[in-house]
T-cell receptor
Framework: DQQVKQNSPSLSVQEGRISILNCDYT??????FLWYKKYPAEGPTFLIS?????DKNEDGRFTVFLNKSAKHLSLHIVPSQPGDSAVYFC??????????????????FGKGTTLSVSS | GAGVSQSPSNKVTEKGKDVELRCDPI?????LYWYRQSLGQGLEFLIY????????KSGLPSDRFSAERTGGSVSTLTIQRTQQEDSAVYLC?????????????FGNGTRLTVT
């Protein structure tokens, strides 16, 4: 069963417009969430994160929103640029205080959404 | 400084052979993860090492898969009696701790092809 779901495999947006990437999770033990970006033939790179005690975190053109009651988060990119074209992965984990084990849960990724920004 | 290093970058092997994939994490990082990405799929969690805690092996797909982390540093992922469905990019990642402020740093992966 997938604990982290990205239901849209792809998204196409025009340059300058907003890109919204969505993610849902099922494990209530998750208490922090991250977005990673991946270019072909490279490993994923960290983009932005959010703790469950917040509902929004912003970093430049990137904003992550968290709705705990809905177990849903989203990444907003505005304005979108052609260089943003990549696969975006949502990830979630439980912190060291989780009862599963002292070290916390493993970081679980969704299947990714391929974003294409056209100029 | 140096990032996460994985070797080999590409590996082609015959079905039934054993393979070993190596990961050199960033020095001082206590957490180490293995993931794999099959064609058209997302990142599938395999195994997670955190300091001296027992590894979380819950993602290993079968008993043909095993991993070790020696001296809290280098890790080796071993796949015995490889099958064609094992073909994927195997990604290693490390972080200083686990938690919000310790994002994972990924290597570029090992592309495994089983013929």
């Amino acid at each position: 069963d997938q604990q982290v779901k990205q239901n849209s495999p792809s998204l196409s947006v025009q340059e300058g417009r907003i890109s919204i990437l969505n993610c849902d999770y099922t494990n209530s033990m998750f208490d922090y969430f991250l977005w990673y970006k991946k270019y072909p033939a490279e490993g994923p790179t960290f983009l932005i994160s959010i703790s469950s005690i917040k509902d929004k975190n912003e970093d430049g053109r990137f904003t992550v929103f968290l709705n705990k009651s809905a177990k849903h988060l989203s990444l907003h990119i505005v304005p979108s640029q052609p260089g943003d074209s990549a696969v975006y992965f949502c990830a979630a984990a439980g912190g060291p205080s989780s009862i599963r084990n002292q070290a916390g849960t493993a970081l679980i990724f969704g299947k990714g959404t391929t974003l294409s920004v056209s100029s | 400084g140096a990032g996460v290093s994985q070797s080999p970058s590409n590996k082609v092997t015959e079905k039934g052979k054993d393979v070993e994939l190596r990961c050199d994490p960033i020095s001082g990082h206590t957490a180490l993860y293995w993931y794999r990405q099959s064609l058209g799929q997302g990142l599938e969690f395999l195994i997670y090492f955190q300091g001296n805690s027992a590894p979380d092996k819950s993602g290993l797909p079968s008993d043909r898969f095993s991993a070790e982390r020696t001296g809290g540093s280098v890790s080796t992922l071993t796949i015995q009696r490889t099958q064609q469905e094992d073909s994927a990019v195997y990604l290693c990642a490390s972080s200083f701790l686990t938690g919000l402020n310790s994002p994972l740093h990924f290597g570029n992966g090992t592309r495994l092809t089983v013929t």
